[in-house]
């Protein structure tokens, strides 16, 4: 059995985000300044964990999350960055490009949550969590792969201490919460303790953090989870000081 850590992050801010319209895939936006600043100070939190993969969305806001990132870590030289398409935002079809408005209109006209609904051309959340399920098989194969060389740690006590391997996330909102959603009902993470379900599955903020620690180990037909534990979701309070220098500017 092998120990890996991994951390999923939210892309940071773009000005489509400020303005509350729908970005997707088809549109495919730079970080706006405070998207920029986010990244910083998510940077400076991660800075010490030193990464034996980061794997990233081909989406370009993304891409600029990831490089930030590391630009702030401190193990950064050597550090493998793979973009990887399975990691794009879900798909919202006509919607993209649009108010968040129009979706929660055609989503109503439809009988329907806009969580649960999909535009036309857009992707259904099955199709994005088999995205995300195509995504750790290529995850945990590289996991194995590398664990003859396991990452050193160094960070705060967030309770990841004894995993031997540790990889980077960097995706977008509406994928993560499938994704985190899948982790945790799927594949029955342990949650923690004290902590509901409900309060997991919030929408994640722009930079905000999710930690996992799973076990892993080989088979016949590929890698195999063991075991998984989830050590929190959506962690934003390294932008807690950047809100006071917003308010104090």
């Not at 550090?79 to 993209?96: D, T």
């Not at 051309?121 to 792969?145: A, H, Y």
């Not at 740690?153 to 993560?176: C, E, F, P, R, T």
């Amino acid at each position: 059995p092998f120990n890996s850590f991994t951390l999923f992050s939210n892309s940071g801010e773009t000005q489509y985000n400020r303005d509350k319209l729908l970005q997707g895939q088809g549109v495919d936006t730079p970080l706006s300044e405070t998207g920029v600043q986010q990244c910083e100070a998510v940077g400076q939190y991660l800075r010490d964990i030193k990464f034996c993969k980061v794997f990233v969305s081909n989406l370009q806001r993304a891409v600029q999350t990831a490089e930030i990132i590391l630009r702030n870590n401190t193990h950064r030289s050597g550090i493998e960055m793979i973009l990887e398409p399975l990691l794009r935002e879900r798909g919202f079809g006509v919607a993209e490009g649009r108010h968040k408005e129009y979706l929660r209109n055609m989503a109503k006209a439809a009988g329907q949550s806009c969580r649960d609904f999909t535009p036309p051309g857009g992707e259904t959340l099955d199709q994005v969590k088999q995205r995300f399920k195509n995504f750790l098989q290529v995850l945990f194969k590289q996991m194995l792969d590398d664990q003859e060389t396991p990452a050193d740690v160094a960070s705060a006590n967030d309770g990841h201490q004894g995993a031997s391997a540790h990889v980077l996330v960097v995706s977008h909102g509406a994928y993560i919460r499938v994704a985190v959603r899948h982790l945790l009902e799927d594949l029955r993470c342990v949650l923690p303790a004290g902590v509901k379900m409900s309060q997991l599955l919030l929408p994640c903020p722009n930079t905000g953090v999710s930690r996992f620690v799973v076990t892993l180990s080989r088979s016949e037909s590929g890698p195999l989870l063991s075991a998984a534990r989830c050590l929190f979701t959506n962690r934003k309070e390294h932008l807690e000081n950047l809100s006071l220098c917003f308010l104090t500017a």
